[in-house]
């Protein structure tokens, strides 16, 4: 594999960086405050091309695979990381749902137009009691006629309350749940039941929308249903080895802003009469985030080859997402330890990047299910 860019990826990657110095990072302190990213936003990523980077040419897309979005998700967090997981949730586990599920009608139906931003995607497979076991689901879709009618509530949604078309995951089968009887359906966000309740308040991350869905009697047509009758779990994974390879390329990015601030801070604060730099236990903090911060790098550009290549790689995907999520853990950590009070102040972005660091070890899968996931597969292959 070659690690150096190709010329596209170069230009998207300036793009990407180009958007987030000028658009994005002026507004964060708001965007924070607001606890909401303007649409604006979002609508100049479509304009520059930006949000069907992953999406296939013949779809309307750049086809720039998983290593494009990987590029503009380090670039974009960087920025803010409210706004990359708003887009993310579109470019990755949005639009990459019907990639990986939609039948050929379905994918020149929806792909064209989310390439384009002119629809915009949320995926909803989160319940109260349903998180890390999507098989104890309760969401329900029963066939009427031509028609599906889903029923039921979804928690921890991003994305939920701006989505114009939403994948949502239902029980078909309630004898088979994860075993077959799980069904994935395109539902649109203006279909009578469909509504939107709670938004949560979140630790971090907070200009990004994270709401709950209920469905209430929706009914779609069977032309709806992504994937077969119980494809369902199937789509689920799939999208979600795509989404965990991104989150980790979110996680590449907060850690390089982090690192950044630090080693700029280190040689401006003086303590002993000397920059803090120069101080071995200061020294020895930075080296060990560039050594996390180059394997991350290693690890997800690798990843997205892998996946752009279409070799299997949902055990990569889980080492990746782990070790991206917790070494980025380790570098806010020890950057708000380089800033010492600073880094403990509102005042200083540091304080924001630990914050919003945290949720990474818990969405798109804990922690602890990637060690399941990964422990499963090296004892099924024996290595």
């Not at 302190?29 to 930006?50: N, S």
């Not at 880094?343 to 919003?356: C, H, M, N, P, T």
Request: charged share 25%.
């Amino acid at each position: 594999m070659d690690f150096e860019f190709s010329d596209e990826l170069r230009m998207v990657r300036d793009l990407a960086r180009e958007f987030t110095e000028k658009s994005v990072r002026p507004i964060a302190a708001e965007i924070e405050k607001q606890h909401r990213v303007p649409r604006a936003l979002i609508d100049e990523m479509a304009d520059l091309g930006l949000m069907g980077v992953a999406i296939p040419e013949e779809y309307g897309g750049s086809g720039l695979g998983e290593t494009g979005l990987c590029v503009v998700m380090e670039e974009v967090t960087r920025g803010d990381f409210a706004v990359a997981v708003t887009y993310g949730a579109h470019a990755s586990i949005g639009a990459m749902s019907v990639v990986v599920g939609g039948t050929e009608e379905q994918k020149q139906r929806f792909l064209p137009q989310m390439a384009q931003g002119r629809l915009l995607g949320a995926y909803a497979l989160t319940e109260a009691n349903a998180g890390s076991d999507p098989g104890a689901m309760t969401t329900t879709a029963v066939r009427d006629g031509d028609d599906w009618v889903i029923t039921g509530e979804k928690v921890w949604i991003t994305n939920g309350d701006m989505a114009d078309v939403v994948t949502v995951y239902a029980v078909t089968d309630k004898e088979r749940r994860a075993s077959g009887g799980i069904t994935a359906f395109l539902v649109p966000s203006n279909a009578k039941g469909f509504s939107v309740g709670k938004r949560e308040e979140k630790m971090g991350q907070r200009g990004s929308s994270t709401v709950a869905l209920s469905f209430e009697d929706v009914r779609v047509s069977d032309a709806q249903r992504l994937g077969a009758v119980g494809d369902g779990f199937k789509i689920a994974m799939g999208t979600l080895d795509r989404g965990r390879l991104a989150l980790a390329a979110n996680c590449l990015g907060c850690a390089r802003e982090a690192h950044a601030l630090s080693v700029s801070y280190a040689k401006e604060r003086v303590a002993f009469g000397k920059p803090i730099s120069e101080l071995q236990a200061i020294q020895w903090m930075l080296a060990d985030n560039a050594t996390d911060i180059f394997a991350m790098e290693s690890l997800v550009y690798r990843t997205a080859w892998m996946c752009d290549a279409k070799q299997r790689y949902s055990r990569e995907s889980a080492i990746v997402k782990l070790f991206a999520s917790e070494a980025l853990d380790r570098v806010v950590d020890r950057a708000v330890q380089i800033h010492g009070g600073m880094g403990y102040s509102a005042e200083f972005v540091i304080e924001k990047l630990y914050r919003d660091a945290r949720v990474t070890r818990i969405y798109e899968g804990t922690s602890e299910i990637q060690r399941l996931v990964i422990a499963r597969d090296v004892l099924r292959v024996g290595t």
